[in-house]
């Protein structure tokens, strides 16, 4: 499988991909920071006849592009990444875990999204905020085997009609609220930026939808340290901004990751710039 370098299932998922189940072996391609990668690697990379060769089976990318910062990916590449890999007779998957992120943020379709896909995966979990559940899509004979994969996992399913309704009731009802997160991420991000901190950075233009990655540019202070201040409510801040505390996951070895969601409020968010602002003028007085 060719797939991006930050690709979430060659990242995580304890590399299901490779273990008895699946048996692929992931052939990665650098991710460019917008979450696409050079498509002329695909080509160069197939590889099929020679008998010492694994043979190329599939392309696969993500969208919206998670550890790239929760990107929408351009449609032109998804389309230039599906007629390659037709041209040369291999299908395309989308992960598409946050598809929906895309489809609100970029306004097309989810079927106009995954024109050139043969497969994809939604995830009813993340930001439709149900307790649990995937969906694939594919052909009748895709499905049939994917129901019968699901079978030997352990995932059959009987009495499957509660989580059905969680997800019956997500597509129904919220999709068009990611609308809300998307807004509340950029207010994070504009709130940041308009501080013009030298220690603590993030850019809007780099915020597409629900995650906005935060760059600690000082060695003030590490991403740990950051989180777990503005996880706490010191005795100073409570007559000035109240007591907020937000909880944030420390990322790369210089960034934090700021995910918004359905139970992140309007007010939480204003609350949450109060103390952003609050902590970051502290870090920046450290500065001097
Ligand atoms: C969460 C996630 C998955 C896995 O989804 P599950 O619903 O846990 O199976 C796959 N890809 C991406 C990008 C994800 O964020």
């Not at 004979?141 to 059905?164: H, N, T």
Request: with cysteine; aromatic share 4%; proline share 4%.
């Amino acid at each position: 499988m060719l797939l991006g370098d930050q690709a979430h299932i060659f990242l995580y998922e304890q590399a299901g991909m490779a273990q008895k189940l699946g048996g692929v072996q992931p052939h990665i391609i650098p991710n460019r920071a917008d979450g696409t990668f050079d498509v002329s690697e695909i080509p160069a990379r197939v590889r099929d006849e020679d008998v010492h060769c694994p043979r190329t089976a599939l392309v696969c990318i993500e969208n919206t592009q998670n550890v790239c910062g929760g990107k929408v990916i351009p449609l032109s590449w998804i389309d230039e990444v599906g007629s390659i890999a037709k041209s040369i007779g291999i299908p395309l998957h989308m992960d598409g875990a946050r598809l929906m992120n895309a489809v609100i943020a970029s306004g097309e379709s989810a079927p106009r999204i995954l024109q050139a896909c043969e497969t994809a995966s939604i995830c009813l979990s993340k930001g439709l905020g149900t307790p649990v559940g995937s969906v694939i899509v594919g052909s009748e004979e895709f499905m049939y085997k994917a129901l019968r994969l699901r079978k030997v996992l352990g995932g059959g399913m009987r009495q499957a009609g509660m989580l059905a309704a969680a997800g019956l009731y997500a597509m129904d009802n919220m999709i068009n609220r990611l609308a809300d997160d998307h807004r509340h991420a950029q207010q994070l991000a504009q709130a940041i930026y308009g501080m013009g901190s030298r220690s603590v950075k993030c850019s809007p233009a780099e915020v597409h939808t629900n995650i906005a990655i935060v760059h600690l540019t000082t060695d003030i202070i590490t991403p740990e340290q950051f989180c777990k201040r503005l996880l706490v409510v010191s005795e100073e801040e409570i007559s000035e901004i109240g007591e907020v505390a937000i909880k944030v996951l420390p990322w790369t070895s210089d960034s934090v990751r700021f995910v918004t969601h359905f139970d992140v409020s309007s007010e939480g968010i204003e609350a949450a710039v109060a103390k952003l602002k609050y902590v970051i003028s502290e870090v920046d007085s450290q500065l001097d």
